[in-house]
């Protein structure tokens, strides 16, 4: 599997708002199930470097590093489609998933958990 480069133009990197810390905030949705599978951050770099490579790559706040997603794990993103919002403060890119899923806990979703619901907070 790979995922497609993406050539974005200078109006469009340029509307890409990013917070204090140099950020914006990438959410992650899956282009066959249309599941949102994650949110992550990214920076101008990161942003720059999923667009290249058609793969997500972050910024982890943790580790303070730049993080491809599945570089580890297996678990990749490939990229199809990249979006920003209309204040351009946050990003939506629409991805092939390979792997069982995108959440470090190892489920397909970081979304499982609802609110009010009558199951525990882990989903079981």
Known sequence: MS???ITAG???LGA???NS???VPAIVQDASTKAVLMMAWMSAETLALT???GRTVFWSRSRQEV???GETSGERQWVREAYYDCDGDTLLFVVDQDGDGACHTGRYSCFFRSFGADTP???R
């Open 67 to 69: 993080w491809r997603k």
């Open 10 to 12: 200078d109006e469009a």
């Open 16 to 18: 890409v708002v990013y």
């Open 51 to 53: 667009l290249a490579e």
């Open 3 to 5: 995922g497609v480069a």
């Open 121 to 123: 907070a882990d989903g």
């Open 21 to 23: 810390d140099g950020l």
